[in-house]
């Protein structure tokens, strides 16, 4: 019998932010849901986003992804298209809003958004991490660190 193909969580990445991991040292990951219009889902479906400068932020006791871009939906001409770089609201449990608002404040550390997808049951979801800025000799330390790992792979797999 023939296994079933199960997607693996965050499949559908629709918007990444490549230099997250390179710029944070991200010390925990988890799931947060959006508040979106219509014309926004419409235009992530395109495929079409940006989180490139974003970061999550407390406003008034909730937690917000700012400056995020999700471009104005093309689809129709349309009256109620959204403003592309609004503060959209992330929908959390109140545990996790005082634990990250508490790591942001007590710890100094970043709430960095990494992907946007969409889940199994076709809601867009955000992978939010709390994480902490490197230094630039951090950085350099982690390339020289991969760099040297793919040449001993590279050494053993052309003599082993």
């Known amino acids: 019998m023939a296994g079933k193909n199960k997607k693996k969580k965050g499949g559908n990445a629709v918007a990444q932010n490549r230099k997250a991991r390179r710029d944070y040292q991200i010390s925990e990951t988890l799931e947060a849901g959006l508040q979106l219009t219509g014309t926004e889902v419409k235009s ?3 495929g079409r986003a ?3 400068e974003a970061f999550a932020g407390e406003k008034h006791g909730e937690i917000y992804l700012l400056n995020a ?13 959204h403003e592309p770089n609004r503060d959209r609201k992330l929908l959390l449990h109140r545990k996790q809003m005082a634990h990250l608002i508490g790591a942001q404040k007590q710890k100094g550390m970043a709430l960095v958004p990494l992907k946007i997808y969409f889940n199994n049951r076709g809601l867009a979801k955000l992978e939010l991490a709390l ?8 950085k350099r330390e982690t390339v020289k660190t991969r760099d040297w790992d793919r040449q001993k792979a590279r050494l053993l797999r052309d003599k082993g």
């Open 44 to 46: 992530l479906r395109a």
């Open 50 to 52: 940006s989180l490139n």
């Open 69 to 81: 871009h999700i471009p104005v939906y093309e689809g129709a001409a349309n009256i109620f298209n």
């Open 131 to 138: 994480g902490e800025g490197k230094k630039s000799y951090d």
